[in-house]
């Protein structure tokens, strides 16, 4: 099972794009060329068939560039207020791009409550399979202006944690969490250049979540922690996941083509099947400890 084959028949992909990726680090206002370049290539997936989802960050980034703050703000109530100018912003610019090739776009904003609220889950995937059905390409952020998860205690909402909900939500295949950094190391490669690239990971456990720490920029936000935490919803919900480097926004090509590019965490499925694969002995272990499981259950009912 290699990575050509796992990545090549993807259908429905979940594309989250942080801060850092759509922006200019220095000035935090919008970069037109990559974002155009970047709806593109979303269309031309589209073109070849596959249904995508846009989980955009950049709200607070581009609402704090257009009001000319220029330190990151420290009230929640300008938070939220960087949020609410930079939301419309960034939509416009994206409707604006769809628009260009006739592909819609909706804006689906999500709090917590969409998540963990059976109700309001199911109204959310409705609406997110309506979409589909529609051929609209959605484009998802927190609520920022009105929810506190994200801005305040950065973990449920952080955008890689939603990205990683929505595409459980909604069935995905793949999740690609494009970053500032071209995916995980053993530790922070800004803090400790002794750190290495780890290309694939077959099972997450305590070491790996570890080695992930958080952001370095005065941008992001979740750092590494927060995308280990998305690969371990995804990659337990039946999906693969990769982290890229957004530098190169052509990357998402090249990791729907299966090049290595990347860190690949494969879905509990595939990472059993690679394992197996590495070791035959475990995989005859794993098949007979099976069987035995299930001639017990049958004799005791
Ligand atoms: N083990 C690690 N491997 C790679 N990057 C790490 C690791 N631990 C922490 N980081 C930090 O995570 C950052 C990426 O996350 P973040 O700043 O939230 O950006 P984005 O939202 O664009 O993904 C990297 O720039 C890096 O400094
Ligand atoms: N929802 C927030 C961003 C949250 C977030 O996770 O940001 P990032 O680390 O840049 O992906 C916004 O749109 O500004």
Known sequence: ???????????RIVIKVGTTTITYEETGNI???KLEKFVRILINLRNKGKEVIVVSSGAVGVGRAALGLGKRPDTEAAKQACAAVG????MMIYEKLFNEYSQLTAQVLLTKESVTNEECR???????????RMNVVPIVNENDAISVDELAYGNFGDNDTLAANVAEMVGADLLILMSDIEGLYTDDPKQNPRARFIHTVVRIDEKLERMAKGASSDFG???MSTKVNAAKI???SGADMVIASGDNIYAINDIMAGKKIGTLFLSKEHGKAVED???PERAQFRRQ????RKSENQRSS
């Open 1 to 11: 099972m290699d990575r050509k084959e796992i990545l090549r028949q993807k259908k």
């Open 31 to 33: 970069n037109l060329e």
């Open 87 to 90: 939301q419309a912003r960034l």
């Open 122 to 132: 199911k109204n959310a995937k409705r609406t997110f399979d309506e979409l589909f």
């Open 221 to 223: 936000t979740g750092g």
């Open 234 to 236: 995804v990659t337990s």
């Open 277 to 279: 694969e590495l070791s």
């Open 289 to 292: 400890s099976k069987k035995a």
